[in-house]
């Protein structure tokens, strides 16, 4: 069993920073890519940031220069600090991330869902 456990959402005001964290626990083998979602009521889950095993990060183009995501590969932990949020960024963040399991099983696995609002 793998869970993810996202964390830190919360409501800030425009201009505002919040860090989220994502921890993977279980019978973790090793886990290659992991990232962040996020969805708004009605539309679908969109990317938004994701880091490779060894640091390479991408960035959907509405949060470059705004977000950063990072990872402690010794705590199978994915974080990610926005900074200057904007009301556009409201929604809920998902984390994810491709893991081979103890049992030599690859999936990708998802957090519940954090809900971050930013609203004056």
């Known amino acids: 069993q793998v869970q993810l456990v996202d964390s830190g959402g919360g409501l800030v005001q425009p201009g505002g920073s919040l860090r989220l964290s994502c921890a993977a626990s279980?019978?973790?083998?090793?886990?290659?890519?992991m990232g962040w979602y996020r969805q708004v009521p009605g539309k679908q889950r969109e990317f938004t940031a994701a880091?490779?095993?060894?640091?390479?990060?991408n960035y959907a183009d509405s949060v470059k220069g705004r977000f950063a995501i990072s990872r402690d590969n010794a705590k199978n932990t994915v974080y990610l600090q926005m900074n200057s949020l904007k009301p556009e960024d409201t929604a809920v963040y998902f984390c994810?991330?491709?893991?081979?399991?103890?049992?030599?099983?690859?999936?990708?696995?998802w957090g519940q869902g954090t809900q971050v609002t930013v609203s004056s």
């Open positions: 994810n991330a491709d893991i081979l399991t103890t049992s030599w099983r690859r999936n990708d696995y």
């Open positions: 279980g019978s973790i083998f090793s886990i290659y890519d």
């Open positions: 880091i490779t095993q060894g640091g390479v990060t």
